[in-house]
C-alpha cells in the first residue's frame, strides 16, 4: 500500500514540474530567470521539474504567476512534456 502511495505522489509532482518546465521552456526563462522573477531559489525549480519537491500552494502561485499561468492549468491532465 505505501509503494503505490508514494508512486502516485512521485507520479502527481512529477506531472506538476514537467507542465512547469514546458511553460518555462515555451516563454525562454532559464531555472536562474524564474527563480529570480519567483523569488525562489534556482535549485528548488529544478528540484520541482523533477518532481522532487512537494511544494507549498503558495510557492506554486508565485512560480505560475511568474510563469504567466492560471494556476489550475498546472493540473489539467494530459498537460505534461
Known sequence: MKKQIDDERGTFLLNIGNHLHKRRIQLGLSQEDLAYKAHIDRSYISGIERGK?????????????????????????????
Do not use: A, H, P, Q
Request: zero cysteines.
Open 53 to 81: 519537491r512537494n511544494i507549498s500552494i503558495y510557492t506554486l502561485k508565485k512560480i505560475t504567476d511568474s510563469l504567466n499561468m492560471n494556476i489550475i492549468d498546472v493540473f489539467e491532465k494530459g498537460k505534461t512534456r
